[in-house]
């Protein structure tokens, strides 16, 4: 069983399957899921000085789970931390 969808141009969403358009719409939901905790952990990472877990998480696509591992396992976050501004990371450097 095939829909007819209409996009921008007409026909380029012509006879696909009927699961096709839910299929996209997961993918989509998916790929934003990713992009918020990738931006999170790279933003957090940046900010710790940390440039290994910059770099793997900017390589590494895993759906969230090594963002989320980094944020809350490594960067030791709450949740009502993700999106602040101000310091919350205590550095380990020490000052001469």
Do not use: C
């Amino acid at each position: 069983m095939y829909m007819h969808y209409y996009g921008m141009n007409e026909g380029w969403f012509t006879n696909v399957p009927f699961w096709a358009g839910p299929l996209l719409g997961l993918m989509a939901l998916a790929a934003l899921w990713s992009l918020v905790w990738k931006g999170l952990a790279l933003w957090h990472s940046a900010r710790n000085a940390q440039p290994w877990w910059f770099v793997a998480i900017l390589l590494i696509n895993t759906f969230g789970i090594l963002e989320i591992v980094y944020l809350f396992g490594f960067a030791k976050l709450r949740f009502d931390q993700l999106f602040t501004k101000g310091p919350h990371h205590k550095h380990t450097h020490h000052e001469h």
